[in-house]
Structures are given as structure tokens and as C-alpha cells.
């Protein structure tokens, strides 16, 4: 994302007039030049990228600002999972056409966001293509030296530990879509909204990143679904988990459809695009991890056990009776 002063072009211009004012960082440069500084302060960089795709992870009649919120969203919460304070990033925008409206609202949402979280502008490239608009951010954050949290770690007798509730996202996006989710709700539009937004507007447990660094064994974030992600964590832990189902957060509109029979539990765990932390805390740790998200202001919920073993995570029902999962999470492919 480089502004050539000496031969402007139509994409020099398209920089400078929507993300050099939110280019800020010394390190950016005016993104005047090919590359940027992310100055080292004696930490490791954790460095993490994730793209989003309009048809698959938005919508093409979103708002434009809540697009661009997304987009920085989804890093800032694997930077979150790994225990990272965030940096900085860069961005590369994929576009079929320039539409000033639409640009100068993803561009403010996106420097509000960047603005808010501590993670600046830093560079990346704009391209035309014609397919579908993709956003892609490579995002970096600081850890002291060693302290990254990995998937790997989680051991026997560890909790599982998951923030916020769960299945909010794809329920969100039946909603939007006006699927027969949106029937159900058609007496509630709060809840419409409150899963809508959820859908849209992830939000990452930034403040409490410091907590999964101090006291987790193992984290990932929620992005394609609670029981594959669970998978994701026990397969490289070398563990497995017994999870109580009936334990997982919900909020009070996944509730409300769960009891009038719309959405099945099954269909909460898998759903994707939560952007939740799932880690996994010693017994010993948990109490006072518990304390330090209340003070971030960060809702937790103990919802099963790390077990030895090699088979996938078991999810079970009240009376301990294993429930067979038609699928465990979204995949591209």
C-alpha cells in the first residue's frame, strides 16, 4: 500500500485519499514508501493472518464500516488466543470497483477500530479483481519472550474454559439472511438485532489477553465452531475432553430458539465465526483466572475437562450420555 508521489495513479490516489489519514504510525511512513518499521521492544512477534470474503464471511449489503471492523476483528482475536498485545497491521483490499461512498466508510470504520484496539495501519496493497471483494489482514502482536500461548500444552485434568456465548454468529447470520430463524424472533426484534450485530461485528477478548498468557496452557480462538476448534486444541495437546454441553454459554436469544425447538445444540457447537477464546486452565489457575476476566470485564464459563485419550472431544448430555455431532465445525472446503 505504497503512495507514489512522483506519477500518481488512480490507486496512489485511492491510497491517500482513504488510508494515509489513518496511517498514523511512524512506522507507516504516510505509507510513502515499499515497506514499514514495527520497531522491536525486546518481545517476540506474534504475527497472524486471516482473510475475509464477501458471500462467505459478510455480506455485500453490510455497511461498509462494519466490513472493515470485521476484518480486523478476526486477527485481533487470534492475536487475543495467543496471549499477544496487538501492533500493527497491514491490510490488502481486493476490490471490483472504486465506490468513494463505500470506501470512505470502510476507511473510518477501520482507522476507529485500529485506533481503539492499538493496532495501526501499517501498510499492504489495494488490487482489482473481478470476483468477489476480499479483505485479507496480516496482523502482529507482542509477547514477552517465550510466552506465546500455543494449541499445543493442554494437559489431563486442565478445564476447558470458553468466553462470551456460543453459536451467536450463525444464528446471526440465518437472521440476516431472513431464514427461518428470523420467523421465530419475528416478536423480538432486540434479539434480531443482538445476533445480527454478533454475526457483523465480532469481538475480540483483547482485554483479556494478558489472563491466557498468565494462566492458560493451551488457547485458540472460536473462529469455525466450539467443537471444532475444541478438536483443533485436543488433537495438538495430544488430549482429548469431556465437555458438558449443557454448560455452554448461550445467550438468552440462542436460548429462546434452543427451547422452541428452531436450532439444536448441536448446530450452536458447530456454528462458526464466534471469535470466542477456548483455552484450557489448570485446575489450580482457574479461580484466579476467573478474577482477572471479571476485572477485564470478560464473561467466562467452565464447561468440560481435558481427559486423556487420542479420540476426538466427547460432548455429553445431563445424564453423561454421549451426543453423536453431525458435524463439528464450518469449512471452506
Not at 74 to 98: E, I, M, Q, W
Not at 153 to 170: E, L, M, N, Q, S
Not at 254 to 280: F, H, K, N, P, Q
Request: glycine content about 10%; charged content about 20%.
Amino acid at each position: 500500500m505504497t503512495d507514489r508521489q512522483d506519477s500518481p495513479s488512480g490507486e496512489d490516489a485511492l491510497i491517500a485519499r482513504y488510508f494515509r489519514p489513518i496511517a498514523t504510525d511512524p512506522g507507516a511512513f504516510g505509507l510513502g514508501d515499499d515497506a514499514a518499521i514495527l520497531k522491536a521492544q525486546g518481545e517476540d512477534i506474534v504475527v497472524t493472518t486471516d482473510a475475509i470474503v464477501e458471500g462467505v464471511h459478510f455480506l455485500s449489503e453490510d455497511p461498509p464500516d462494519t466490513v472493515a471492523r470485521k476484518a480486523l476483528r478476526v486477527n485481533l482475536s487470534d492475536l487475543a488466543a495467543k496471549g499477544a498485545a496487538p501492533a500493527g497491521f497491514v491490510l490488502t483490499l481486493a476490490l471490483r470497483t472504486v465506490d468513494d461512498t463505500w470506501l470512505a466508510a470502510f476507511a473510518r470504520g477501520l482507522g476507529e477500530d485500529a485506533a481503539r484496539s492499538g493496532c495501526p495501519l501499517l501498510g499492504g496493497d489495494t488490487v482489482s479483481m473481478p470476483g468477489p471483494l476480499t479483505i485479507s489482514i496480516t496482523a502482529f502482536g507482542r509477547v514477552p519472550p517465550g510466552r506465546m500461548v500455543h494449541r499445543s500444552g493442554a494437559k489431563p485434568g486442565d478445564r476447558v474454559v470458553v468466553t462470551g456465548t456460543i453459536g451467536d454468529a450463525a444464528l446471526g447470520l440465518d437472521i440476516i439472511r431472513d431464514g427461518a430463524l428470523a420467523a421465530v424472533l419475528a416478536d423480538d426484534a432486540a434479539a434480531r438485532q443482538m445476533l445480527a450485530g454478533r454475526y457483523r461485528l465480532p469481538q475480540p477478548r483483547n482485554a483479556l489477553a494478558k489472563a491466557v498468557r498468565d494462566h492458560a496452557s493451551a488457547a485458540i480462538d472460536v473462529s469455525d465452531g466450539l467443537a471444532g476448534d475444541l478438536a483443533k486444541l485436543c488433537a495438538a495437546s495430544g488430549v482429548s475432553a469431556a465437555i458438558d454441553i449443557e454448560s455452554v454459554p448461550l445467550s438468552a436469544a440462542a436460548a429462546t430458539l434452543l427451547v422452541r425447538g428452531a436450532v439444536s445444540l448441536d448446530a450452536i457447537v458447530s456454528g462458526g465465526d464466534d471469535y470466542e477464546i477456548l483455552c484450557a486452565i489448570p485446575e489450580n489457575r482457574f479461580e484466579v483466572f476467573a478474577k482477572e476476566a471479571g476485572e477485564a470485564g470478560v464473561a467466562v464459563s467452565s464447561i468440560g475437562t481435558i481427559i486423556a485419550g487420542s479420540s476426538g472431544p466427547k460432548f455429553l448430555d445431563a445424564q453423561g450420555s454421549e451426543i453423536a455431532l453431525e458435524r463439528l465445525s464450518y469449512s471452506h472446503f
